[in-house]
T-cell receptor, first 113, second 113 residues
């Protein structure tokens, strides 16, 4: 079965640079969620989209922005990168509904030097 | 502040034993509960979902939900070394037209051969 696709899988950037992470949800899933997971931490919700509209916002820094496109893929844009942004970034997709289950992609490991 | 609490770990059990993982949550409105397994450096993988009070069994895994006590647990029977991972309890909150999956801190399980 098709799963959530994320690219790139690994990314190395320097401080103050910009990064763009991409997420392709499971086919027919209309909801995308972004999470950040620091070393030894649980995943922290950043932002979500439903039908190309932002549906919820969590602890996402103002330096980050995201959007969902007409084909339901999503991009997380991160500017003015800081050392503390080094983390695993997961995208999850869901089919909506009251008992929605979120399925996670493999993640993008971002290292900021 | 909606919270998901997992009992402190790590947990170590011998191969073949039963591993018991517990989780409490703070919001009575929560309707969907999930257990995810996460290997180091990998993405969370859904193990079980449960929505109604009682037990739900899937192979060696049993999830138990008690909404009155705001308590959800995961039992792993006949534990195998391959079960060694971090187990994340997650609760899906719906409110204000949005949904959010909130994770506990995770419990690291080690199954010793």
């Amino acid at each position: 079965a098709a799963g959530v696709i994320q690219s790139p899988r690994h990314l190395i950037k320097e401080k103050r640079e910009t990064a763009t992470l991409k997420c392709y949800p499971i086919p027919r899933h209309d909801t995308v969620y972004w999470y950040q997971q620091g070393p030894g931490q649980d995943p922290q919700f950043l932002i979500s989209f439903y039908e190309k509209m932002q549906s919820d916002k969590g602890s996402i820094p103002d330096r980050f922005s995201a959007q969902q496109f007409s084909d339901y893929h999503s991009e997380l844009n991160m500017s003015s990168l800081e050392l503390g942004d080094s983390a695993l970034y997961f995208c999850a997709s869901g089919a909506g509904g009251p008992q929605e289950t979120q399925y996670f992609g493999p993640g993008t490991r971002l290292l900021v030097l | 502040q909606k919270e998901v609490e997992q009992n402190s770990g790590p947990l170590s059990v011998p191969e073949g034993a039963i591993a018991s993982l517990n989780c409490t949550y703070s919001d009575r409105v929560s309707q969907s509960f999930f257990w995810y397994r996460q290997y180091s450096g990998k993405s969370p993988e859904l193990i079980m979902s449960i929505y109604s009070n009682g037990d739900k069994e899937d192979g060696r895994f049993t999830a138990q939900l008690n909404k009155a006590s705001q308590y959800v647990s995961l039992l792993i029977r006949d534990s195998q070394p391959s079960d060694s991972a971090t187990y994340l309890c997650a609760v899906n909150w719906r409110g204000g037209g949005s949904e959010k999956l909130v994770f506990g801190k995770g419990m690291k399980l080690t199954v010793n051969p």
